[in-house]
């Protein structure tokens, strides 16, 4: 068995801590003088039900603490799965995050945000010192619980929650309704899929993201800042650590354009590829030929319809 790393390598830390999924929510906050502020957060968390307490974490060096430490109260939004493009607009430094927004005021003059899955609207209960960190408790006044499915965040990535059910085996069909309904099928094939080739993947010693950010690199070289965003689905923050990893292994080199995989980087995307062709080989293995191909041909006509 491995011995534990230690904590002072903090980038590992990070990475090891990405291991816990999480919801990603954006905070907002008015001060007394009418400046507004806003930060998207995964540190959010519930602390108390009697009195209705919540927690989040702010960085000390956040442009953004004076307006919270002032503020009588914030809201925090919890994101809908559908809300990537606003987390990563709270999560960027701008003169004014909300240009372009027409929030209405709540509580305190917080600026409320449309669209999410859950919004908490808390009077600011206390601040701790929590290292590098500021820890923010709220105490809930009120809260508006809208049910949309919640935006995840695991392995520096953007991710989506998918219902976890007890697979069936060959012998025992699926329960009533379920053994017909698309969406359950569909996401438990991905559930099937995913637990045998991510420890695969995992085993080449690149996280997720870090093998995700290898691979549309290795297809589109030389992409900007936002349209490399946009293709890996991760954070500012988590392309900007994932792309220090990759340059410390020597995958990825800078260029005039943009990044560029070196000969080990293409090398390491070439055995992703190959994972990834062994686990279709390995699903398809006992399918036949002709229920594949239609299975293909329905899968990509939904997506066309999405």
Known sequence: MNAPATAHDARALRRALGNFA?????????????????????SFNSV????????????????SHPVFAQASHFVVHVLAADQIELSNRF?????????????????????????CAARFHCRLHQQLDGGDHWILLGLVEAFDDFGAAP???????Y???????RPATAA??????????????????LQA????????????????????MLLVLEQHSGLDACALQREVAMPATEIELAEMVLLRKGLLARGDTGHELTALGREQAATLWRIARQQQQD??????EQDLAACKRVLRALIQQG
Do not use: C
């Open 283 to 288: 699903i398809q293995s006992g399918l036949d």
């Open 22 to 42: 999480t919801g990603v929510t954006v905070v907002t906050a008015t001060a007394p003088d009418g400046e507004r502020a806003g930060v998207t957060a995964n």
């Open 172 to 189: 025992e069909p699926l329960p009533g309704w379920l053994g017909d309904n698309l969406l359950y099928l569909l996401t438990q094939a």
């Open 91 to 115: 999560a960027r430094a701008a003169a004014d995050k909300f240009a372009g927004l027409e929030p209405e005021a709540g509580r305190g003059g917080a600026p409320l945000l449309d669209g």
């Open 193 to 212: 899929y995913q637990a045998s080739y991510q420890p695969r993947q995992l085993a080449t010693g690149l996280s997720s993201g870090e093998a995700r």
């Open 159 to 165: 991710a989506a929650a998918l219902p976890r059910s």
């Open 151 to 157: 935006l995840l965040y695991h392995q520096g990535m």
């Open 48 to 63: 108390s039900l009697d009195p209705p307490l919540v927690l989040w974490s702010l960085d000390k060096r956040s442009a």
